[in-house]
T-cell receptor, first 110, second 115 residues
Framework: GQQLNQSPQSMFIQEGEDVSMNCTSSSIFNTWLWYKQDPGEGPVLLIALYKAGELTSNGRLTAQFGITRKDSFLNISASIPSDVGIYFC??????????FGAGTTVTVRA | GAVVSQHPSRVICKSGTSVKIECRSLDFQATTMFWYRQFPKQSLMLMATSNEGSKATYEQGVEKDKFLINHASLTLSTLTVTSAHPEDSSFYICRGAGSSYNEQFFGPGTRLTVL
């Protein structure tokens, strides 16, 4: 599938900080999804977005489906140590086939 | 809740041997199964898509005779890496998809190391 442009590539968090990451695509998607992957495990779905403009929360996570249907962002509020991991955005045209971003690696700042 | 299991979680094999990876959906029927490969510090790359009872559709550049996929039932799909070589060493992950985006789950992955 087509690669999405995900940024930043990596970030350091301090407990309590709000962090944000985003994805853009040259193609329109019908669905945007955000996943978290811990080392040595498969990705776990965090949030799924189905409509342009949709803003959805899951606990301290908030994600939005861009109006143009070519972008999405994920915010994590009041980060905690267990938020470390790799976050992937994914877009789908409607056939459950996903195109993934390159991932954002979140690490705790020493 | 619904999960997808993969077996084995880790496998080490000698070059030239074949390795079979099983992916099972528990508590839901995976109409479609996707197989991915992930190299260290990289994203997931789709290898193939299979629907139950049909031949798999492979992505460009993925050799169908090397990566044999069988999706015999709505709860089981297998990926066989034939005549494995060191460059096939990777993390292989399946994803089962049911009837909605909320009914689709990744397996925990299989770490394949070919010596």
């Amino acid at each position: 599938g087509q690669q999405l442009n995900q940024s930043p590539q990596s970030m350091f968090i301090q407990e309590g900080e709000d962090v944000s990451m985003n994805c853009t695509s040259s193609s329109i998607f019908n669905t945007w999804l955000w996943y978290k992957q811990d080392p040595g495990e498969g990705p776990v779905l965090l949030i799924a977005l189905y409509k342009a403009g949709e803003l959805t929360s899951n606990g301290r996570l908030t994600a939005q489906f861009g109006i143009t249907r070519k972008d999405s962002f994920l915010n994590i509020s009041a980060s905690i140590p267990s938020d470390v991991g790799i976050y992937f955005c994914a877009g789908s045209g409607g056939d459950y086939k996903l195109s993934f971003g390159a991932g954002t690696t979140v690490t705790v700042r020493a | 809740g619904a999960v997808v299991s993969q077996h084995p979680s880790r496998v080490i094999c000698k070059s030239g041997t074949s390795v079979k990876i099983e992916c099972r959906s528990l508590d839901f029927q995976a109409t479609t199964m996707f197989w991915y490969r992930q190299f260290p510090k990289q994203s997931l790359m789709l290898m193939a898509t299979s629907n139950e009872g049909s031949k798999a559709t492979y992505e460009q550049g993925v050799e169908k005779d090397k990566f044999l996929i069988n999706h015999a039932s709505l709860t089981l799909s297998t990926l066989t890496v034939t005549s494995a070589h060191p460059e096939d060493s990777s993390f292989y992950i399946c994803r089962g998809a049911g009837s909605s985006y909320n009914e689709q789950f990744f397996g925990p992955g299989t770490r394949l190391t070919v010596l």
